[in-house]
C-alpha cells in the first residue's frame, strides 16, 4: 500500500500574509487525500547525521540560531523563518527519509506531504522558500544508509531545482534530470549544467509551451536515460506548479500530464527499482489545480502499488 508520510506541524511554518507558499497548500492536498486507501505515518525530525550529508554543521546552526521567537525573520526576498520553520523543516527532511527507509522495507512507493518544499536549499544557501534539500538528504541517505548503488531523482516543478542539483553536483552515484521554465527564476539549470561526473540533466522548456513539449523531453531524454542509469530507487520532486493554472510560471500543463507522467515513472521504477518510488512535494501555488494534480499523482502510486 501507497505510504502517505506528513505532519500537523508542517503547518506551522507561516510565511507572511499574501505569500504564495502558504499553510493552505498543505491542507488542501490533504483534504484531496482523504479517503483515498493510503498508509499514513506521521513524519519525525531528520538527524542532525542525515542532514549533515548535504549541509555542514555551520549553516544548520545558522538556519536553527535565526529562527525568530514571533513574527518572521527573513533570509532572502522570497525566504522566511517563523517559530516553527525549523522543526517543520526538519520534520520535512526527515519525512523523506522515512520515506527511503519505507520503500527499502518493503513499502511499494510513498509520497511526502510535507512544507517547507526543499529543493532550492543549495549547500549553505537557503532560498526559494526552501531551507533544507530534502530528496537530495533522502538520496544520501539511501545511498549512505542503505548502500544503494544507484539513485536518480526526477524534478518536473516549475523551478529549476537548483538545490538538488549543488547537492548531488559531486555524487556520481545519482543522476538528476530536471524540466523547468526558462527564463524563468532562479535562472540556473542550462543543458551546460551537467554535472562533475555527467550526472545532471537539465531540460528547460519555453515559457507558453504545454504538456506536449514536456513529454517530448520525458520520452527522448529521461525515460531513456534512466532505462541505461538502471536506478534502484527513484525519487520525484513532485512540483505542481506547472499547471496552466497556477500563477507564477507559464508551462500550461494539465493535470493529465502530471498523471501520464507518474505512469511513466512507476514504469521504469517497476523495470529497474523493484517499484521503488519516494516523490515529495515542491512547489503549487494555485490552490484548486494543486489539490487536483496532487490527488492524481497520488492517486497512480496507489494503483501502481496495489498492482
Not at 75 to 101: E, H, I, K, N, Y
Not at 162 to 171: A, S, V
Not at 251 to 279: I, K, P, Y
Request: with cysteine.
Amino acid at each position: 500500500m501507497t505510504l502517505l508520510i506528513t505532519h500537523p506541524d508542517a503547518l506551522d511554518h507561516v510565511n507572511p500574509p499574501g505569500h504564495p507558499e502558504q499553510v493552505a497548500r498543505l491542507r488542501v492536498i490533504l483534504e484531496a487525500l482523504d479517503g483515498m486507501d493510503l498508509e499514513r505515518r506521521e513524519a519525525v525530525e531528520a538527524t542532525d547525521e542525515q542532514l549533515l550529508r548535504c549541509h555542514p554543521a555551520e549553516y544548520l546552526d545558522a538556519i536553527a540560531g535565526a529562527v525568530p521567537s514571533e513574527g518572521w525573520a527573513q533570509l532572502d526576498a522570497d525566504t522566511f523563518l517563523s517559530p516553527g520553520t525549523w522543526r517543520a523543516a526538519r520534520l520535512a527532511a526527515g519525512a523523506a527519509v522515512q520515506a527511503v527507509d519505507a520503500v527499502m522495507g518493503g513499502a511499494p512507493n510513498a509520497f511526502v506531504a510535507m512544507r517547507p518544499p526543499g529543493h532550492h536549499a543549495e549547500t549553505q544557501t537557503p532560498m526559494g522558500f526552501c531551507t533544507l534539500g530534502n530528496v537530495a538528504i533522502a538520496a544520501k541517505h539511501a545511498l549512505d544508509g542503505h548502500r544503494v548503488s544507484r539513485v536518480a531523482v526526477v524534478d518536473f516543478d516549475v523551478h529549476h531545482g537548483n538545490g538538488t542539483q549543488d547537492l548531488l553536483w559531486d555524487e556520481p552515484r545519482a543522476r538528476f534530470y530536471s524540466t523547468h521554465q526558462m527564463p524563468l527564476w532562479p535562472g540556473s539549470g542550462a543543458p551546460s549544467d551537467q554535472g562533475a561526473h555527467g550526472n545532471v540533466v537539465n531540460l528547460p522548456l519555453p515559457p507558453n509551451s504545454d504538456g506536449r513539449a514536456f513529454r517530448k523531453a520525458m520520452e527522448d531524454v529521461i525515460l531513456p536515460g534512466l532505462d541505461t542509469f538502471a536506478p534502484e530507487l527513484l525519487f520525484i520532486s513532485a512540483g505542481f506548479d506547472a499547471h496552466r493554472a497556477d500563477p507564477l510560471a507559464q508551462l500550461n500543463w494539465t493535470t493529465e500530464d502530471f498523471a501520464w507522467a507518474t505512469e511513466r515513472l512507476c514504469d521504469v521504477a517497476d523495470q529497474h527499482c523493484a517499484g521503488r518510488v519516494v516523490s515529495c512535494l515542491e512547489g503549487g501555488y494555485d490552490l484548486v489545480a494543486l489539490a487536483e494534480a496532487v490527488a492524481a499523482h497520488v492517486d497512480v502510486l496507489r494503483r501502481r502499488g496495489d498492482g
